[in-house]
């Protein structure tokens, strides 16, 4: 049994790490060393250098943080053997959307694996869909997924290419 499955009345089951800590702290000393070599070079007060480093590398490190915690919640829903093929950002269709800052990460995100489609919103699972039960339209610049005849979803992904990516996908694992 791996490391990311707990057992469970005989049965494995699947939970979410806390995270990365490593690659996070990584992240972190990286940014103080880009952040803190150039002021050092530039005879700034060694306090203030360290201040703004320390402030950077924190920064950094949380936000390291934060998007490997999102991950692994997403990839807890896998199941054993599916793999994730893609992850696109949705930008909504309605006029006034405000995007999230940069360190958030995308509010919206479709993810196609090899079972099916699953749209998050952060770490929140929307939906989830076998590919077998979707039906995956290209209709201009929006992508259009009905789940069973009901619709599930109309989205503009970030990338224009992106949708069709997605339709070639669907027709690729059998989707209608």
């Given at each position: 049994?791996?490391?990311?499955?707990?057992?469970?009345?005989?049965?494995?089951?699947?939970?979410?790490?806390?995270?990365?800590?490593?690659?996070?702290?990584?992240?972190?000393?990286?940014?103080?060393?880009?952040?803190g070599l150039p002021l050092?070079?530039?005879?700034?007060?060694?306090?203030?250098?360290?201040?703004?480093?320390?402030?950077?590398?924190?920064?950094?490190?949380?936000?390291?943080?934060?998007?490997?915690?999102?991950?692994?919640?997403?990839?807890?829903?896998?199941?054993?053997?599916?793999?994730?093929?893609?992850?696109?950002?949705v930008r909504p269709t309605?006029?006034?959307?405000?995007?999230?800052?940069?360190?958030?990460?995308?509010?919206?995100?479709?993810?196609?694996?090899?079972?099916?489609?699953?749209?998050?919103?952060?770490?929140?699972?929307?939906?989830?869909?076998?590919?077998?039960?979707?039906?995956v339209v290209l209709d201009?610049?929006?992508?259009?997924?009905?789940?069973?005849?009901?619709?599930?979803?109309?989205?503009?992904?970030?990338?224009?290419?992106?949708?069709?990516?997605?339709?070639?996908?669907?027709?690729?694992?059998?989707?209608?």
């Open positions: 049994m791996s490391e990311d499955e707990t057992e469970n009345d005989g049965n494995a089951t699947r939970s979410a790490p806390a995270g990365n800590v490593p690659a996070a702290v990584g992240a972190g000393c990286v940014t103080a060393v880009v952040v050092a070079l530039e005879d700034v007060p060694w306090g203030l250098t360290a201040a703004l480093a320390l402030a950077a590398a924190v920064g950094a490190g949380l936000t390291g943080w934060r998007t490997s915690r999102r991950e692994s919640a997403r990839n807890a829903v896998l199941e054993p053997g599916e793999r994730v093929l893609n992850a696109y950002v309605y006029t006034g959307y405000t995007p999230p800052s940069p360190s958030e990460g995308p509010q919206y995100v479709l993810r196609s694996t090899t079972r099916g489609l699953e749209m998050w919103e952060r770490d929140i699972l929307l939906w989830r869909h076998p590919w077998t039960e979707l039906r201009g610049q929006l992508l259009r997924v009905q789940h069973l005849g009901e619709q599930a979803g109309v989205m503009r992904l970030e990338r224009q290419e992106s949708a069709l990516e997605v339709t070639l996908t669907a027709r690729r694992y059998r989707a209608g």
